[in-house]
C-alpha cells in the first residue's frame, strides 16, 4: 500500500454524482440547476433558487407562493436558541462561533428526534434554510445590545433577513443585491463544508448535525473568510488613495492579494462577473458610483500586476472581491459577512445532503500511511523521552 499514489485534498477526485451543480475552472462558467449561474442570480428570489436544488425545476406561481409560505413558518426561534446566542454575544465569540451553536441547538424546542429518511428530512431542510438567517440577526442584536426584531412572514428570505438584522424596512436596492448575492453562491460544486455535510449524512446522520459540520468548514479563512479581509484591503486604499503603492508593497512582501485567484477556476470566476454588476447597479442606485469606480479601476490594477508578477499562475478575481463591496454596500457589517455566506450556502448544504440520503454510500476515503513499522514495547518505567520524536529538549 505504500505506493498508494497520494491526492491530497482530494483534488482531481470525483466521489459523488450530483444534479446541484456544475464547475469549469478552464472556462470560467458555473451552472447552478442546469442554468448558467449569469442567467440565475439576476432573475430569481432565493426562494426559487432553493425550490430548483430541491426539485431539479423552477415552481409554478402557486408552487411558489406556497413555498415562500412554507419557509417563513419555519423562521421563528425557540426560547432554547435564543438563550444559546444571548450567552453568546454576553461573551462576545465570532459571528461563525455563535451561528454553529444556534444550528446545533436549532432542534431544541421543535421536535425530539429529527428524521434521516429523504422525504421527511426534506421538511427539517427547509427549516434549516428559514432558521439560519435568523439565528444570525438575534446574535448580531443581542451583541450590539438591540433586542432581537421578530421574522415577517410578509417579506421575502433576503428582504426579512435585512429586516431582522436592523429593525428598518429594507430598501428595494439592497434586497436585489443582497437576493443576487445570495442567489450566486447558493452552490458550488464539491466544496469543503459541502463535502463535509454530505460525509456526516453518509454514516446516517441528522442534518442538523451536517449543517453544523459544514458551518465549521466554512469559518475557516481557506473556505469563507476572506470578505472581511478584502474589504479592509479596499477602504485602506481608498482612503489612502495610493492603489499602486499598495499593490507593489504588498507583492514586494510576498503577501497574498485578498479577493485574486481560485483553487478551481483558471480565468475570472464567473459569480465575481455577476456580483460586479450586481454592486455597479447597487452603487448607481445609491449614489456612490465614486467608491465603486476606485473598486474597478483597483481590480484592473492588481490583475495587470500580477500577471506581471506571476505570469506562471493565473490569478484572476475572485467571488470574495464583489462579494466584500456589495454586502458592504447593502449595509451587512463585515463580521457577518462569513455568516451571510452560510445564509446562502444552507440551501446547496440541504439538498446535497438530500442528494446523498436518497443514493448513500459512506464516505471512506484511503490515506497513505508514512510512519514507523516494526517497533518493539517497551516498559513504561523503561522509556526515555528521547525516545520519542516530539520529545522536549529543554
Known sequence: MADRELHRGLEGI?????RLSSIDGERGELVIGGFPVEGLATRATYEESVFLLLNDRLPTAAELDSFRTELAGYRTLSEEV???????????????DALRMGVAAANLGVDATEPTEPTEAREYAKRLVSVIPTIVATYWRYR????????????GHAANYLYMLSGDEPDP????????????????GLNASTFVARSITSSESDLVSAVTGAVGSLKGPLHGGAPGPVLE??????????????????????ERLMGFGHRVYRTRDPRATVLSGA???FYADAGDEAFFDFVE???????????????????????????????YGVGIPRELFTATFAVSRVGGWVAHCLEQMADNRIVRPLSVYVGDRGRTWTPVDEREATNSPKASTE
Do not use: C, I, W
Not at 470525483?14 to 450530483?18: D, L, M, S
Not at 435564543?82 to 461563525?96: G, I, K, S
Not at 450590539?144 to 417579506?155: F, K, M, N, Q, T
Open 14 to 18: 470525483a466521489v459523488a454524482e450530483t
Open 82 to 96: 435564543e438563550q444559546v446566542l444571548r450567552r453568546a454575544a454576553r461573551e462576545n465569540v465570532d459571528a461563525m
Open 144 to 155: 450590539s445590545g438591540d433586542a432581537p426584531v421578530e421574522p415577517r412572514e410578509d417579506l
Open 173 to 188: 436596492a439592497a434586497v436585489r443585491g443582497l437576493e443576487t448575492y445570495l442567489n450566486t453562491v447558493v452552490d458550488h
Open 233 to 254: 484591503m479596499l477602504l485602506t486604499v481608498y482612503e489612502s488613495g495610493d492603489p499602486e503603492g499598495y499593490l507593489q508593497e504588498t507583492l514586494d512582501a510576498g
Open 279 to 281: 454592486a455597479e447597479r
Open 297 to 327: 479601476g483597483f481590480e484592473a490594477r492588481a490583475v495587470s500586476r500580477l500577471a506581471e508578477h506571476k505570469p506562471d499562475r493565473p490569478l484572476e478575481t475572485n467571488v470574495e472581491f464583489y462579494t466584500a463591496v456589495l454586502l
